[in-house]
Protein backbone atom coordinates (compact mmCIF):
# COMPACT_ATOMS: atom_id res chain seq x y z
CA UNK A 1 0.00 0.00 0.00
CA UNK A 2 1.16 3.44 -1.08
CA UNK A 3 1.93 5.70 2.12
CA UNK A 4 -1.16 7.99 2.67
CA UNK A 5 0.31 11.30 1.90
CA UNK A 6 -1.64 15.07 1.79
CA UNK A 7 -0.12 17.75 0.35
CA UNK A 8 -1.67 20.96 1.80
CA UNK A 9 -0.76 24.54 0.55
CA UNK A 10 0.10 26.03 4.15
CA UNK A 11 0.99 25.77 7.69
CA UNK A 12 -2.34 26.64 8.56
CA UNK A 13 -4.09 24.11 6.42
CA UNK A 14 -2.08 21.32 7.84
CA UNK A 15 -2.99 22.59 11.40
CA UNK A 16 -6.85 22.60 10.33
CA UNK A 17 -6.40 18.82 8.59
CA UNK A 18 -4.56 17.62 12.15
CA UNK A 19 -7.10 19.13 14.25
CA UNK A 20 -10.43 17.24 12.30
CA UNK A 21 -8.12 13.63 12.10
CA UNK A 22 -7.40 14.82 16.17
CA UNK A 23 -10.80 15.34 16.69
CA UNK A 24 -11.81 11.98 14.76
CA UNK A 25 -9.17 9.74 17.10
CA UNK A 26 -10.74 11.30 20.01
CA UNK A 27 -14.37 10.57 19.92
CA UNK A 28 -13.64 7.25 18.29
CA UNK A 29 -11.19 5.91 21.25
CA UNK A 30 -13.45 7.89 23.83
CA UNK A 31 -16.71 5.72 22.39
CA UNK A 32 -14.75 2.72 22.21
CA UNK A 33 -12.91 2.72 25.83
CA UNK A 34 -13.61 6.26 27.48
CA UNK A 35 -10.10 7.50 27.20
CA UNK A 36 -7.82 8.88 24.44
CA UNK A 37 -4.12 9.41 24.54
CA UNK A 38 -1.79 11.18 22.53
CA UNK A 39 1.66 11.93 22.44
CA UNK A 40 2.56 15.46 20.89
CA UNK A 41 5.74 16.26 19.37
CA UNK A 42 8.27 18.69 19.69
CA UNK A 43 9.36 21.64 17.66
CA UNK A 44 8.27 24.39 16.06
CA UNK A 45 5.83 22.72 13.32
CA UNK A 46 3.00 21.18 15.51
CA UNK A 47 2.84 25.00 17.88
CA UNK A 48 0.10 25.95 15.07
CA UNK A 49 -2.11 22.92 15.68
CA UNK A 50 -1.46 23.26 19.09
CA UNK A 51 -3.16 26.84 19.00
CA UNK A 52 -5.90 25.96 16.95
CA UNK A 53 -7.06 23.54 19.63
CA UNK A 54 -6.81 25.78 22.00
CA UNK A 55 -8.71 28.54 20.34
CA UNK A 56 -11.02 27.16 17.91
CA UNK A 57 -14.17 27.56 19.80
CA UNK A 58 -16.24 24.93 17.50
CA UNK A 59 -12.97 22.35 18.12
CA UNK A 60 -12.49 23.33 21.75
CA UNK A 61 -16.30 22.27 22.55
CA UNK A 62 -16.26 18.86 20.76
CA UNK A 63 -12.81 17.87 22.07
CA UNK A 64 -13.39 15.56 25.18
CA UNK A 65 -10.80 17.21 27.33
CA UNK A 66 -12.09 15.28 30.58
CA UNK A 67 -11.02 12.12 28.67
CA UNK A 68 -7.68 12.75 27.27
CA UNK A 69 -4.55 11.81 28.85
CA UNK A 70 -1.61 13.99 26.80
CA UNK A 71 2.10 12.66 26.86
CA UNK A 72 5.19 13.47 25.13
CA UNK A 73 7.32 11.55 22.10
CA UNK A 74 10.50 13.57 22.87
CA UNK A 75 12.14 16.07 24.94
CA UNK A 76 15.41 18.26 24.99
CA UNK A 77 17.83 18.26 28.31
CA UNK A 78 15.95 21.78 29.61
CA UNK A 79 14.25 22.82 32.71
CA UNK A 80 10.60 22.85 31.74
CA UNK A 81 10.75 26.50 31.57
CA UNK A 82 13.79 27.01 28.84
CA UNK A 83 12.97 28.19 25.47
CA UNK A 84 14.18 24.52 23.54
CA UNK A 85 11.92 22.74 25.90
CA UNK A 86 8.99 20.90 24.33
CA UNK A 87 6.88 20.86 27.14
CA UNK A 88 7.28 24.42 27.44
CA UNK A 89 5.90 24.91 23.83
CA UNK A 90 3.15 22.62 24.10
CA UNK A 91 1.75 24.75 27.48
CA UNK A 92 2.25 28.30 26.19
CA UNK A 93 0.54 27.21 22.74
CA UNK A 94 -2.14 24.44 24.27
CA UNK A 95 -1.90 22.95 27.83
CA UNK A 96 -2.44 25.89 30.20
CA UNK A 97 -5.24 27.63 27.86
CA UNK A 98 -6.96 24.34 27.82
CA UNK A 99 -9.14 22.44 30.53
CA UNK A 100 -6.33 20.10 31.44
CA UNK A 101 -5.80 19.34 34.88
CA UNK A 102 -1.86 18.42 35.40
CA UNK A 103 -2.41 15.00 36.21
CA UNK A 104 -3.41 14.62 32.65
CA UNK A 105 -0.38 15.63 31.53
CA UNK A 106 3.11 13.56 31.25
CA UNK A 107 5.76 15.30 30.75
CA UNK A 108 9.80 14.45 30.26
CA UNK A 109 12.06 15.41 32.99
CA UNK A 110 14.37 16.99 30.85
CA UNK A 111 15.91 19.39 33.51
CA UNK A 112 17.78 16.25 34.93
CA UNK A 113 21.00 15.81 35.04
CA UNK A 114 21.22 12.39 34.58
CA UNK A 115 18.95 11.62 31.68
CA UNK A 116 18.51 7.64 31.92
CA UNK A 117 16.81 8.43 35.12
CA UNK A 118 14.58 10.68 33.21
CA UNK A 119 13.92 8.03 30.37
CA UNK A 120 13.24 5.42 33.27
CA UNK A 121 10.95 7.32 35.28
CA UNK A 122 8.75 8.53 32.24
CA UNK A 123 8.84 4.55 31.28
CA UNK A 124 7.28 3.98 34.52
CA UNK A 125 5.17 6.22 34.20
CA UNK A 126 3.73 5.41 30.57
CA UNK A 127 3.50 1.73 32.15
CA UNK A 128 1.15 3.39 35.12
CA UNK A 129 -0.88 5.44 33.38
CA UNK A 130 -1.44 2.83 30.62
CA UNK A 131 -1.85 -0.33 33.18
CA UNK A 132 0.60 -2.32 30.90
CA UNK A 133 1.34 -5.88 32.72
CA UNK A 134 2.51 -8.12 30.12
CA UNK A 135 2.68 -6.48 26.76
CA UNK A 136 6.09 -4.62 26.28
CA UNK A 137 4.33 -1.26 24.54
CA UNK A 138 1.88 1.27 24.95
CA UNK A 139 -0.65 1.74 22.51
CA UNK A 140 -1.09 5.28 21.78
CA UNK A 141 -4.30 6.07 20.20
CA UNK A 142 -2.23 8.79 18.63
CA UNK A 143 1.36 9.85 18.22
CA UNK A 144 1.97 13.05 16.33
CA UNK A 145 5.51 13.60 14.58
CA UNK A 146 7.49 15.89 12.87
CA UNK A 147 10.74 15.35 10.50
CA UNK A 148 14.32 17.19 10.97
CA UNK A 149 15.73 18.35 7.68
CA UNK A 150 17.99 15.14 7.78
CA UNK A 151 15.27 12.77 8.39
CA UNK A 152 15.59 12.33 12.00
CA UNK A 153 12.02 11.87 13.92
CA UNK A 154 11.05 12.65 17.88
CA UNK A 155 14.81 12.39 18.70
CA UNK A 156 15.69 9.21 16.78
CA UNK A 157 18.47 10.98 15.07
CA UNK A 158 20.74 9.76 11.91
CA UNK A 159 22.95 6.80 13.07
CA UNK A 160 22.06 7.11 17.16
CA UNK A 161 21.66 3.59 18.88
CA UNK A 162 18.84 4.17 19.53
CA UNK A 163 17.32 3.13 16.34
CA UNK A 164 18.37 -0.15 17.46
CA UNK A 165 16.03 -0.61 20.03
CA UNK A 166 13.88 -3.06 20.72
CA UNK A 167 12.78 -3.86 24.07
CA UNK A 168 12.44 -0.97 25.36
CA UNK A 169 10.16 2.24 24.95
CA UNK A 170 11.96 5.22 26.06
CA UNK A 171 15.98 5.79 25.77
CA UNK A 172 18.26 8.84 26.47
CA UNK A 173 19.89 8.99 23.32
CA UNK A 174 23.28 11.00 22.10
CA UNK A 175 22.90 13.69 19.64
CA UNK A 176 26.35 14.31 18.16
CA UNK A 177 25.59 16.70 15.81
CA UNK A 178 23.30 19.33 18.48
CA UNK A 179 26.47 18.16 21.38
CA UNK A 180 23.64 17.19 23.61
CA UNK A 181 21.27 13.88 25.11
CA UNK A 182 17.98 13.98 24.80
CA UNK A 183 15.18 11.42 25.86
CA UNK A 184 12.46 9.90 23.17
CA UNK A 185 10.08 7.08 22.52
CA UNK A 186 11.80 4.31 20.44
CA UNK A 187 10.39 3.58 16.99
CA UNK A 188 8.65 -0.03 18.59
CA UNK A 189 6.99 2.50 21.23
CA UNK A 190 5.43 4.71 18.40
CA UNK A 191 4.81 1.62 15.89
CA UNK A 192 2.53 0.37 18.40
CA UNK A 193 0.10 3.46 18.53
CA UNK A 194 -3.56 3.03 16.27
CA UNK A 195 -2.85 6.36 14.27
CA UNK A 196 0.62 7.91 13.39
CA UNK A 197 0.18 11.42 12.48
CA UNK A 198 3.71 13.35 10.83
CA UNK A 199 3.76 17.56 10.26
CA UNK A 200 5.89 18.49 7.80
CA UNK A 201 7.05 21.86 6.79
CA UNK A 202 9.61 23.36 4.80
CA UNK A 203 11.76 23.67 1.87
CA UNK A 204 14.91 22.20 3.72
CA UNK A 205 12.75 19.17 4.26
CA UNK A 206 12.20 18.43 0.71
CA UNK A 207 14.75 15.87 -0.30
CA UNK A 208 14.85 13.71 2.99
CA UNK A 209 11.35 13.68 2.83
CA UNK A 210 11.66 12.31 -1.12
CA UNK A 211 14.79 9.85 0.69
CA UNK A 212 12.14 8.69 3.56
CA UNK A 213 8.98 7.99 1.05
CA UNK A 214 10.38 6.85 -2.42
CA UNK A 215 14.02 6.10 -1.90
CA UNK A 216 15.67 2.93 -0.59
CA UNK A 217 14.63 1.12 2.62
CA UNK A 218 17.91 3.09 4.84
CA UNK A 219 16.67 3.95 7.80
CA UNK A 220 20.00 4.41 9.69
CA UNK A 221 20.36 7.59 7.58
CA UNK A 222 16.54 8.52 7.37
CA UNK A 223 15.33 7.31 11.15
CA UNK A 224 11.43 8.79 9.89
CA UNK A 225 11.73 5.51 7.67
CA UNK A 226 11.70 3.38 10.82
CA UNK A 227 8.51 4.65 11.63
CA UNK A 228 5.46 2.04 10.14
CA UNK A 229 2.80 0.91 12.51
CA UNK A 230 2.54 -2.37 13.24
CA UNK A 231 -1.35 -2.32 13.37
CA UNK A 232 -2.76 0.94 12.88
CA UNK A 233 -2.82 3.79 10.48
CA UNK A 234 -0.03 6.30 9.64
CA UNK A 235 -0.78 9.74 7.58
CA UNK A 236 1.60 12.44 6.89
CA UNK A 237 0.35 15.89 6.33
CA UNK A 238 3.19 17.72 4.60
CA UNK A 239 3.02 21.58 2.86
CA UNK A 240 3.34 22.02 -0.76
CA UNK A 241 7.31 23.18 -0.28
CA UNK A 242 8.24 20.00 2.13
CA UNK A 243 6.41 17.96 -0.52
CA UNK A 244 7.68 19.88 -3.42
CA UNK A 245 9.91 16.81 -4.72
CA UNK A 246 7.44 13.92 -4.28
CA UNK A 247 5.96 12.27 -7.27
CA UNK A 248 3.23 10.66 -5.00
CA UNK A 249 0.74 12.20 -2.72
CA UNK A 250 -2.94 13.80 -2.96
CA UNK A 251 -3.12 17.51 -3.31
CA UNK A 252 -6.02 18.46 -0.58
C1 LIG B 1 12.18 17.89 18.71
C2 LIG B 1 11.32 16.98 17.92
C3 LIG B 1 11.73 16.74 16.51
C4 LIG B 1 10.97 17.69 15.59
C5 LIG B 1 11.68 17.87 14.28
C6 LIG B 1 11.02 18.89 13.41
O1 LIG B 1 12.17 17.82 19.91
O2 LIG B 1 12.87 18.68 18.07
O3 LIG B 1 10.28 16.38 18.45
O4 LIG B 1 11.63 15.45 16.06
O5 LIG B 1 9.67 17.22 15.37
O6 LIG B 1 12.99 18.28 14.56
O7 LIG B 1 11.08 20.12 14.04
P1 LIG B 1 10.46 21.43 13.40
O8 LIG B 1 8.99 21.27 13.45
O9 LIG B 1 10.94 22.54 14.31
O10 LIG B 1 11.01 21.53 12.03
Known amino acids: MPPDVRILATLDAIAKRA ?7 ATSAVAEKGSFTVALSGGS ?14 LRAQLPWDKMLVYFGDERSVSPDHPDSNFRMAAEAMLSRVPLKPEQVFRIKGE ?7 AQEYEQ ?7 IGKVRFPRFDLVLLGMGSEGHTASLFPGAKALHET ?6 TWVGKLYTERITLTAPAINNAARI ?38 LWLVDSVAGGMLSIGIRE
Do not use: W
Open 19 to 25: AQELLRA
Open 45 to 58: TPKALYSHLANDAA
Open 112 to 118: YKDTECA
Open 125 to 131: ALRASFK
Open 167 to 172: KRMVVR
Open 197 to 234: MFMITGADKALALKGVLEGPHEPDQLPAQRIQPSNGQL
